[in-house]
């Protein structure tokens, strides 16, 4: 037993690593500059798929019909630009309006999901015949589609009354509870059998075991669930805004720029950029706390 922390298999704190705030910038450095090069990539390869168009004037072979794809620039000039004629608000303001509302109801969904995953993954491991009786029907809900689910929930919360935002908030508790529920599952049962038998040895109550011993050990396991049901949480609140018929968030926005795609595809591609930062966005908060909670050495290779 660790005398410092109070407990059982604690690991080295990350101080105590040679080099390990060296590793982890280092690292970090890496990860930016993998994604910088995968997107420079993507946006080489778009323009240069859109660049076959004017080559058909040789005589190229391979005439794709890509007149609704928009050069890269077009659709930052959409972004900066005024979003209707003559209207005040440019692109980007609507954009982030709207994805703000939407996150709101995906950090909503996100902490509920959460909350139930971790409560279930407790459940199971203090009861192994509640496991086998539930698990069954936990991994079953994640094969409906969610189409068919999102339409139920919204149905359900009008007969109840409930405000509309927090039927899309349930949507995307919906798909937030599966990832925390496996991983929290497997990481309450990774401390090593030793370790647990010398806190019961020590008297300790269930209760004691699952705050010092179960739950630090879980923790790495949790965090990357939490990535995981953080880009899931926005998905499920933009397809969740369609059926609730909310037209603040990024569900409706990308609807509306989807009818008028013919005219202006530029305008859906910026509301597709602006979903996924996002996602991404939320992804690096959940980073950020798991830096701020969990030495390096402790974290799991993501």
């Not at 705030?21 to 080489?44: E, M, N, P, Y």
């Not at 509302?101 to 909350?115: D, I, Q, S, Y």
């Given at each position: 037993?660790d005398?410092?922390?109070?407990v059982?298999?604690?690991?080295?704190?990350?101080?105590a690593?040679?080099?390990?705030?060296?590793?982890?910038?280092?690292?970090?450095?890496?990860?930016?500059?993998?994604?910088v090069?995968?997107?420079?990539?993507?946006?080489?390869?778009?323009?240069?798929?859109?660049?076959?168009?004017?080559?058909?004037?040789?005589?190229?072979?391979?005439r794709?019909?890509?007149?609704a794809?928009?050069?890269?620039?077009?659709i930052?000039?959409?972004i900066?630009?005024?979003?209707?004629r003559?209207?005040?608000?440019?692109?980007?303001v609507i954009?982030?309006?709207?994805?703000?509302?939407?996150?709101?109801?995906?950090?909503?969904?996100?902490?509920?999901?959460?909350?139930?995953?971790?409560?279930?993954?407790?459940?199971?491991?203090?009861?192994?015949?509640?496991?086998?009786?539930?698990?069954?029907?936990?991994?079953?809900s994640?094969?409906?589609?969610?189409?068919?689910?999102?339409?139920?929930?919204?149905?359900?919360?009008?007969?109840?009354?409930?405000?509309?935002?927090?039927?899309?908030?349930?949507?995307?508790a919906?798909?937030t509870?599966?990832?925390?529920t496996?991983?929290?599952?497997?990481?309450?049962?990774?401390?090593?059998a030793?370790s647990?038998?010398?806190m019961?040895?020590?008297a300790?109550?269930?209760?004691?075991?699952?705050?010092?011993?179960?739950?630090?050990?879980?923790?790495?396991?949790?965090?990357t669930a939490?990535?995981?049901s953080?880009?899931?949480?926005?998905?499920?609140?933009?397809?969740?805004e369609?059926?609730?018929?909310?037209?603040?968030?990024?569900?409706?926005?990308?609807?509306?720029?989807?009818?008028?795609?013919?005219?202006?595809?530029e305008?859906?591609?910026a509301?597709?950029?602006?979903?996924?930062l996002?996602?991404?966005?939320?992804?690096?908060?959940?980073?950020?706390?798991?830096?701020?909670?969990?030495?390096?050495?402790?974290?799991?290779?993501?």
């Amino acid at each position: 037993m660790d005398q410092q922390s109070g407990v059982v298999g604690a690991s080295t704190p990350s101080d105590a690593v040679p080099g390990g705030d060296r590793w982890s910038q280092a690292k970090w450095i890496r990860r930016v500059g993998s994604f910088v090069t995968i997107l420079v990539f993507l946006v080489v390869l778009w323009e240069s798929y859109k660049g076959l168009w004017r080559w058909q004037e040789w005589g190229w072979p391979v005439r794709p019909d890509n007149s609704a794809m928009p050069h890269t620039w077009d659709i930052l000039d959409a972004i900066f630009s005024p979003a209707r004629r003559g209207g005040e608000d440019i692109l980007l303001v609507i954009l982030l309006r709207a994805a703000w509302f939407t996150f709101r109801e995906a950090l909503a969904g996100f902490v509920v999901g959460g909350l139930f995953g971790f409560g279930i993954a407790v459940l199971f491991v203090r009861s192994p015949l509640m496991e086998r009786g539930l698990m069954p029907y936990v991994v079953a809900s994640q094969t409906v589609p969610l189409i068919a689910i999102a339409p139920m929930v919204v149905i359900w919360g009008g007969r109840l009354d409930l405000p509309r935002w927090t039927m899309v908030a349930v949507i995307s508790a919906y798909l937030t509870f599966f990832p925390v529920t496996i991983n929290t599952l497997r990481g309450l049962r990774s401390p090593a059998a030793t370790s647990t038998e010398l806190m019961r040895s020590y008297a300790a109550k269930p209760r004691e075991v699952l705050w010092k011993l179960q739950l630090p050990a879980a923790l790495p396991y949790i965090f990357t669930a939490l990535k995981i049901s953080a880009t899931a949480s926005v998905i499920g609140a933009i397809i969740g805004e369609l059926p609730a018929g909310l037209g603040e968030g990024l569900g409706r926005t990308l609807l509306t720029f989807m009818y008028t795609y013919i005219s202006g595809p530029e305008k859906l591609y910026a509301a597709i950029v602006i979903s996924a930062l996002v996602g991404i966005f939320f992804v690096a908060l959940v980073s950020v706390a798991e830096r701020l909670l969990i030495p390096p050495a402790r974290r799991l290779e993501t």
